[in-house]
């Protein structure tokens, strides 16, 4: 089922890209935008439009929207390596394990995180979208490591300041195929959704900024161990900045790793764990919480320095 929409294009839009104005206009994203356009479902004065075409002021668009999904819910399930690693009345910090999503998403069917506390009985914020309270930040499914859940609407409410206003200090370790010329250095470059594959980000001209700052930490033949501060955080950063400067994350094959490393490794996933966090407590006082490496991407970095030895 969809929802047909007929409008004029206001005077306020005029002379707007499709994606841009589209967004203003009916309160969806760019990029969902772009995917209508894609599809055919934009049309200006009866023609198809593309995302970059430029709206004219009293042109007739017609937009096709699916019909909007119920909303998710989340399901009380034990997860099985969630480690909760700090938890008082205002947070609870959990170490990720791999195979994990933060909240329910359209389409996944596997644990989250979410769902794993409300099995441990922990109550958390009722803040936000049904499916995501008290998440004030995510990591990918195929990401381990360290993140905070607010359990409070006064933390919620902090966290998220926090991590708009970029005060928390978020440190990732990854293990990046050859070697970062230079070894310390920052990445920026705006990412947005890739051109051609829904399910990919990439470095896009006019995308969201984005900006990676990293210092290699020890060198193998084959590869590098760095650690990682983001100063944003754009979905796959880290993984789409490195890729672009052609040292991917090693298993990392959605974004060009070399297969031959990962199984030489013995990695089946990307080098790429959210090592610590630090950020203002909403209660007061600056509080770090550190994650240790999961076995294995631990056994990775043991034959990376065998190899070498």
Same mark, same amino acid.
């Given at each position: 089922m969809s929802d047909l929409r007929t409008l004029p294009v206001p005077e306020g839009l005029d002379g707007m890209r499709v994606d841009a104005g589209l967004s203003k206009l009916l309160g969806l994203s760019r990029s969902a935008i772009a995917s209508l356009a894609e599809s055919g479902d934009v049309l200006i004065d009866g023609s198809p439009a593309g995302k970059s075409d430029r709206l004219v002021a009293g042109a007739w668009l017609e937009v096709t929207l699916p019909t909007a999904r119920p909303p998710l819910q989340v399901v009380p399930v034990p997860v099985e390596g969630l480690k909760i690693l700090h938890e008082d009345d205002?947070? =609870? !910090?959990?170490?990720?394990?791999?195979? =994990?999503?933060?909240?329910?998403?359209?389409?996944? +069917?596997?644990? &989250? =995180?979410?769902?794993?506390? /409300?099995?441990?009985?922990? $109550?958390? #914020? %009722?803040?936000?979208?049904? +499916?995501?309270?008290? !998440? !004030? @930040?995510?990591?990918? #499914?195929? &990401? %381990?490591?360290?993140?905070? =859940? /607010?359990?409070? +609407? @006064? #933390?919620?409410?902090?966290?998220?300041?926090?991590?708009? +206003?970029? &005060?928390?200090?978020? $440190?990732?370790? /990854?293990?990046v195929q050859g070697h970062p010329d230079p070894s310390r250095g920052t990445i920026d470059a705006p990412i947005d959704r890739h051109p051609r594959h829904d399910y990919k980000f990439a470095v896009v001209t006019g995308g969201k900024p984005s900006i990676t700052h990293y210092e290699t930490v020890e060198a193998f033949r084959a590869a590098s161990l760095v650690d990682v501060k983001l100063e944003t955080g754009r979905t796959h950063q880290i993984r789409v900045h490195f890729a672009a400067i052609r040292h991917p994350c090693v298993g990392d094959l959605t974004y060009g790793a070399d297969p031959v490393l990962a199984r030489r490794l013995g990695i089946t996933r990307q080098w790429l764990h959210a090592r610590s966090l630090s950020f203002e407590h909403p209660a007061g006082g600056w509080v770090t919480f550190d994650s240790e490496y999961p076995a294995d991407l631990q056994h990775a970095l043991d034959a990376l320095r065998d190899q070498d030895s």
């Open positions: 205002e947070i =609870v !910090v959990v170490d990720k394990p791999i195979g =994990v999503a933060v909240h329910p998403s359209p389409g996944w +069917e596997g644990p &989250t =995180v979410v769902g794993g506390l /409300a099995a441990a009985g922990v $109550r958390i #914020a %009722t803040s936000g979208a049904a +499916e995501r309270q008290g !998440v !004030v @930040h995510r990591l990918d #499914a195929g &990401t %381990t490591g360290v993140m905070v =859940v /607010a359990k409070s +609407e @006064h #933390a919620y409410s902090v966290l998220k300041r926090a991590f708009k +206003e970029r &005060t928390v200090d978020k $440190r990732y370790h /990854a293990v």
